[in-house]
């Protein structure tokens, strides 16, 4: 006779109260962490698309002035004091940039016809998202564009560090109200235990609560 399989079954230690308890915190923790992280990669993700739209729109600008030939050698209205840019032309000298950026040597050309990177710079400790493009057809023409990244890197942590206290948190509740309701719900059951414990060869007339519910214990 071929042996019968046997029902693979999660065992947790512990009366059904501790196991019903144990079992949905950690399966609640498990689907928090893992949208905490997903979460975390998505506003990470939305940031920096958004950080390179802003880039893309500032060089069109200069694009855009480049070829009406009112390009300034001092750049103004590249967003905040932090931003910079820079022109380059055939003869890899600089003909523009930002007040920050001046008197800065030429940045690397880009990998292709633009090229987006992170990368550091004299003029500040902090990371940069740079946007660096090709203008005219014979690739001579440079445009870089860059900002600190460091607001999406501080909104980053914000999320985590928010996630990280609120998931213990969450999953305390949840255990403390999983443990209450479950105890409720079988209360039934537990006097139903009482009182068949009390009954010995002398008391056969007693009856165990009778209950009015219809769910499964009643039943």
Request: glycine content about 8%; overall charge neutral; proline content about 5%.
């Amino acid at each position: 006779r071929m042996p019968v399989p046997k029902m693979l079954t999660l065992k947790v230690p512990g009366g059904i109260r501790f196991r019903i308890t144990a079992i949905a915190t950690v399966v609640v923790v498990v689907v928090l962490v893992v949208t905490g992280v997903a979460l975390v990669a998505t506003q990470r993700r939305t940031l920096t698309a958004n950080l390179e739209e802003t880039l893309h729109l500032r060089s069109d600008e200069l694009v855009a002035n480049l070829a009406a030939g009112d390009l300034a050698e001092t750049i103004v209205g590249q967003g905040d004091d932090d931003s910079i840019a820079q022109v380059i032309d055939e003869q890899s000298r600089v003909i523009a940039a930002t007040g920050n950026f001046i008197g800065q040597p030429p940045l690397a050309p880009p990998a292709g016809k633009a090229q987006l990177r992170n990368g550091r710079l004299p003029v500040d400790e902090s990371t940069y998202r740079l946007l660096a493009r090709r203008v005219d057809a014979t690739g001579g023409v440079v445009i870089h564009v860059g900002t600190p990244i460091d607001d999406v890197e501080e909104s980053v942590v914000a999320l985590r560090r928010g996630l990280t206290a609120a998931v213990p948190a969450v999953a305390l509740l949840l255990a403390v109200l999983v443990w209450l309701l479950v105890g409720r719900t079988l209360r039934p059951v537990e006097a139903i235990r009482a009182e068949v414990a009390d009954i010995t060869g002398s008391n056969l007339h007693r009856r165990v609560p009778e209950l009015s519910t219809g769910d499964e214990i009643s039943r």
